[in-house]
């Protein structure tokens, strides 16, 4: 995970990935993250993610909460991902109330128009993580050391992030 320290609270991030490989790689945006890294620092992690997911079966486009260095998902839907295809992923954090925040992601294959609709909205009150400002932090995951081999390469580009409106 490489991240940045700011103090965003509604954030609306686009940018593209490739896997090498098409059934072990993950790729995500992470928003309001306080800098931590799961239970591996100190402060524990938290923050808000749009991840694509070729590790899972089938393959999907979810939103994640990361609170006290506890993954958690909230919800995903299906989608194909195949291994050497640039694709597009968006992710959009706002904060729609006091006490909830509405959670938006899609992707798309490069060089396709972008989705007029959101593939996944999802709104989240999970106390800690409302109105919090944090950092921003791009994250990739491959199962492949896990289970002791190399990770396959994880190419990203064209990352543009800005404050959602």
């Known amino acids: 995970r ?10 609306d991030v686009s940018m ?6 098409g059934s072990t790689q993950g790729a995500g945006f992470y928003a309001r993250t306080n800098g931590g890294y799961l239970r591996e620092t100190d402060p ?18 979810g939103v994640w909460r990361e609170v ?14 195949q291994p050497n295809v640039d694709y597009r992923l968006r992710f959009r954090v706002t ?6 925040t509405l959670l938006q992601t899609k992707m798309w294959r490069l060089g396709d128009d972008e989705p007029a609709e959101w593939m996944l909205e999802r709104t989240d009150d999970t106390v800690g993580l409302q109105n919090a400002g944090g950092g921003i932090a ?5 199962s492949d050391p896990v289970n002791g081999n190399d990770a396959a390469d994880l190419l990203f580009d064209d ?3 800005t404050r959602a409106e």
């Open 138 to 142: 791009l994250d990739a995951w491959s």
């Open 95 to 100: 904060q729609q109330d006091a006490s909830t």
């Open 68 to 81: 006290d260095g506890q993954e958690q998902q909230i919800s995903s839907v299906p989608v194909e991902i």
């Open 44 to 61: 524990t992690g938290a923050g808000y993610v749009g991840f694509a997911e070729a590790f899972r079966d089938p393959s999907a486009l």
């Open 2 to 11: 490489m991240g940045v320290d700011l103090d965003c609270t509604d954030v």
């Open 159 to 161: 990352i543009v992030v």
């Open 16 to 21: 593209t990935f490739q896997f090498t490989d």
